[in-house]
């Protein structure tokens, strides 16, 4: 069993615009005050950009083009309805925002088969939805893949019970805590675990101030302790230039730590260091997806860890 992988999907939007069905609780959106239209092709331009620099550095990333149709303005964040994983199971997500849910799409799927492939069985949770609870992929869930852990902050975007539904599903421990941002001084929920903490083979970025009880906070780190990884701490204030949303993905050559480069600039000389004794970094300028979309280059990655068909020769 791995922890990274070298093959990411990714969704090249069409429409991408601020979302106003997130903004209710993703406090990282802005308004850009500028025609959608306009928003799109900045982004698509960030998007073509990001792909090239992964792809030069050996990663097998498979772009699908968002469906027009659809009006989805977040599906550039595909990590949020589906995440893939090495038994061939495929699984799907409830969504908070009702536009959304139409991000999930079979085509998206089917993709991955002609890629090669072997999607084996789904499990599906978005039944959910109809009861207004919530669980947003690799967004709410951190996936230790290897020591079988699943860290996950509680908020309006991740239900408690489904994330102990999930972790019986995928035989995972589950590892619950409350992370909270300032939001006009008072201490809110953070919509995503992914945009406070990244998870890599040998350490993980987090910011541990958000988690306000002491017990919580200890607990993450005694998990994180025991798998041994390497903590490396970041501060609020980086956090809200999203230092907290990092992917560790394999390339041809090296692993690297994936980036925008307002989480790279961000950080301090130590901290670079720090991540470069485990992999190399990669970023990417990513400014018009973070300010509209609220999220940045990890939530734009969804790993694909289904096995390779074998080919009849």
């Not at 997130?22 to 990282?28: E, I, L, S």
């Not at 039944?127 to 893949?145: H, I, K, M, P, Q």
């Not at 890599?200 to 993450?220: G, M, P, R, S």
Request: with cysteine; hydrophobic share 40%.
């Amino acid at each position: 069993m791995s922890q990274i992988t070298d093959t990411i999907l990714m969704i090249r939007p069409v429409a991408f615009r601020m979302n106003e069905e997130t903004a209710v609780n993703n406090y990282f959106q802005e308004d850009l005050q500028m025609r959608n239209a306009e928003i799109n092709t900045k982004a698509q331009a960030e998007f073509d950009a990001f792909v090239e620099k992964l792809r030069g550095v050996g990663v097998n990333v498979i772009v699908e083009n968002d469906d027009l149709k659809m009006d989805t303005p977040d599906s550039i964040f595909p990590n949020n309805w589906v995440s893939f994983h090495k038994n061939g199971t495929v699984a799907l997500y409830p969504m908070f925002a009702e536009n959304r849910r139409r991000e999930r799409r079979e085509e998206v799927i089917t993709r991955l088969e002609k890629e090669g492939f072997l999607v084996e069985g789904f499990m599906d949770y978005t039944v959910a939805e109809d009861e207004g609870y919530f669980l947003e992929g690799t967004g709410s869930l951190l996936l230790d893949r290897v020591a079988s852990k699943a860290y996950c902050a509680i908020s309006p975007r991740a239900d408690e019970e489904l994330v102990i539904e999930f972790c019986e599903d995928f035989e995972c421990d589950p590892v619950i805590f409350t992370a909270n941002q300032t939001v006009k001084g008072q201490r809110l929920p953070i919509y995503h675990t992914n945009v406070m903490m990244a998870l890599a083979e040998t350490f993980a970025v987090i910011c541990l101030d958000t988690i306000d009880d002491k017990h919580e906070k200890k607990n993450v780190i005694k998990h994180l302790r025991e798998t041994k990884k390497e903590i490396i701490a970041i501060t609020e204030e980086q956090m809200h230039h999203f230092a907290g949303n990092m992917l560790q993905v394999k390339g041809k050559d090296h692993n690297y730590m994936v980036m925008s480069e307002a989480a790279r600039n961000i950080l301090t000389s130590d901290q670079v260091k720090a991540i470069q004794r485990h992999c190399k970094i990669l970023s990417s300028d990513l400014t018009t997806i973070e300010t509209c979309g609220g999220g940045s280059a990890r939530c734009m990655m969804a790993e694909v860890f289904l096995p390779k068909a074998i080919k009849v020769v």
